[in-house]
């Protein structure tokens, strides 16, 4: 009883969610209003949690693979010269060495293979209304035909359409807490300092990068 699960958000949670309730029996359906797999966002350390999840899906060495071993963070002045920072040695001796950075599109990616032509998944789609009833839950898409499904999960990100349609508006649940982030990449970025993240800091203000594989740069 109770098999069909709809989740919302081909992110990192959506997919990793599915792959588990497939394992479990379960019949997860997945849809993601892009057209196509996102593939931005900033580097970002895979430890703690995640590293453990991840080595349960047998995900590390592939992860691993896309990924980054930063040895140092630096700091540095408006003319780059480094006026502070650490050495990453001793967090991953700390950590037992289950920490390394990765990108986090190529660990969407990664997660994403996991369950790519085992579970359904619907891309360019959006859910528009959700209508529940002791038996499950009515849903409308944007496109699609409706289906019902025994549950519904939105793992739909910040702005998260799932979370608007049941609960409200976003504004009742959002808490601005002073900070605004962007992140992009380029091509052929002149400075590398290889297996650095470079940071500059004013009061208020930071901006980073990090140097990827062909000749990228991620910034922050």
């Known amino acids: 009883m109770n098999k069909t699960v709809l989740i919302s ?5 959506g997919p990793t969610l599915a792959y588990w309730l497939s394992h479990r029996g379960f019949t997860p359906t997945v849809i993601e209003r892009a057209p196509v797999l996102r593939t931005g966002g900033y580097i970002m350390d895979f430890r703690g949690v995640g590293f453990d999840v991840a080595e349960q899906m047998h995900l590390i060495p592939r992860l691993k693979r896309a990924g980054y071993d930063p040895r140092e963070v630096r700091i540095v002045d408006d003319l780059g010269r480094r006026v502070g920072g650490f050495c990453t040695n001793r967090l991953r001796r700390a950590l037992c060495d289950r920490f ?3 990108p986090r599109g190529d660990l969407s990616r990664s997660i994403y293979e996991t ?3 085992q579970v359904e998944t619907v ?3 959006s859910v528009r209304a959700l209508h529940e009833d002791p038996s499950g839950v009515a849903v409308e898409f944007d496109h699609a035909p409706s289906r019902r499904f025994d549950l519904v999960i939105g793992a739909d990100g910040l702005h998260s ?3 608007k349609l049941v609960f409200g508006p976003e504004p009742g649940f959002a808490t ?5 982030a962007a992140s992009f990449a380029v091509d052929s970025y002149a400075h590398r ?3 650095v993240y470079v940071a ?3 009061p208020g203000k930071q901006a980073a990068r990090f140097a990827l594989r062909d000749g990228r740069t991620v910034s922050l």
């Open 9 to 13: 958000g081909a992110g990192i949670a």
């Open 100 to 102: 390394f950075s990765i």
């Open 115 to 117: 369950v790519e032509g």
């Open 123 to 125: 891309f360019g789609d």
């Open 161 to 163: 359409a799932v979370r």
């Open 176 to 180: 601005y807490l002073g900070y605004c």
């Open 193 to 195: 300092n290889e297996s």
């Open 200 to 202: 500059y800091c004013h």
